[in-house]
């Protein structure tokens, strides 16, 4: 029987990572800018206003938008106007919050180069996707996570979705064998 934890899953707005962590007998809340997409606890707002809130965990999500090698095209833009920077303040932010566990995910991005490399990097097809999308991990207080069902496939299916006003929705959305892993083997610590 695992302990019973309170876990903060910040600027999610699938719920499919609360979802798991709930699912294995946790408090676990997700919280976003956004609404959520599935029922559940979900705080609809900034994240600092229930970020020292007496978690235990910490699974963040922070936008990529202005952090991802993906975009690198704009990154001069991105510098010039400050929303990099900001980016970059927001990501050491999450990384310094006084939780005892915390695991940050983000693509490859300049999270690596301005703060500090990846602790894991993991792809969909380890966990039961066959799929590529090299998924970066900052963890503190956390295990990497041990691959659980590793596939065939290893098709870039989020690289090559069409353009669409959702297209950003699709390619942030965590897999729920990623979700499933995080939540059986971090949420047994």
Not at 21 to 31: L, Q, T, V
Not at 76 to 100: C, H, T
Not at 123 to 140: R, V, Y
Request: hydrophobic share 40%.
């Amino acid at each position: 029987m695992t302990d019973r934890m309170r876990v903060l899953v910040a600027c999610e707005y699938s719920g499919i990572v609360r979802d798991a962590f709930i699912s294995r007998g946790h408090d676990a809340m997700s919280c976003d800018l956004l609404d959520s997409e599935r029922d559940g606890q979900h705080y609809k707002g900034d994240v600092m206003d229930v970020l020292n809130d007496g978690w235990d965990m910490m699974v963040c999500h922070p936008p990529c938008t202005h952090l991802a090698v993906s975009g690198a095209r704009h990154f001069e833009a991105k510098k010039s106007s400050g929303v990099q920077e900001a980016a970059l303040d927001f990501v050491r932010m999450l990384l310094n919050a006084q939780i005892s566990k915390i695991a940050l995910e983000n693509p490859v991005s300049i999270i690596s180069t301005r703060i500090r490399r990846p602790d894991q990097i993991i792809q969909p097809w380890q966990f039961g996707h066959g799929e590529t999308k090299a998924t970066c991990l900052w963890l503190k207080g956390l295990p990497k996570l041990a691959p659980t069902q590793i596939v065939d496939g290893r098709k870039p299916r989020v690289h090559y979705m069409p353009q669409g006003p959702y297209r950003w929705r699709e390619r942030s959305r965590t897999y729920l064998g990623i979700a499933d892993a995080m939540a059986n083997q971090w949420g047994a610590k």
